[in-house]
């Protein structure tokens, strides 16, 4: 049987940005949260794309923050990493942030996603494992452990 292929957080690191225009924004001039979830959807995909070297799918969103709203000219940036890979499912977290005309960038949101990556027909199948580095990875990667555990639970109760 052949070794699982590793590959580093750093190899799948994405960030996106997008300038804030009024066709993105909801009746009270903030950012429209279905603009950012689509946004956030993207970036996962290309982070868990550039990982597996395959065809992904979302199959769940694990957990969506809105901390505050973005208007009109912000600059909306969005970093995707790796945070946690099982056989064939791989945790993103998004960080979302709102930049400024000035260059200050304030967190508006946080999202991860679990992506499986998939064959032709679309069966789930094997990802490289992650190579975890430093303190702060480790870190993430026993969360999303516990978060992988928690998803496990809520399947089998029906959620």
Known sequence: MAERKMKRVEDSLTEQSHLLMPKCLNAA???FG???LAWIDETAGIVAKRHAEMNVVTVAVDNMYFKTGARVDDTIVLIGRLTH???SSMEVRIDTYA???QGVR???NRAY???VGTDEHQHPVE???LIVEGVTQQIEWEAGQKRAELRKIRRQEGF
């Open 29 to 31: 001039g903030y950012l």
């Open 34 to 36: 279905g603009q950012l």
């Open 85 to 87: 890979v099982g056989r």
């Open 99 to 101: 930049e400024s005309l």
């Open 106 to 108: 304030t967190m508006i």
């Open 113 to 115: 996603f679990v992506m």
């Open 127 to 129: 990802v490289p494992g």
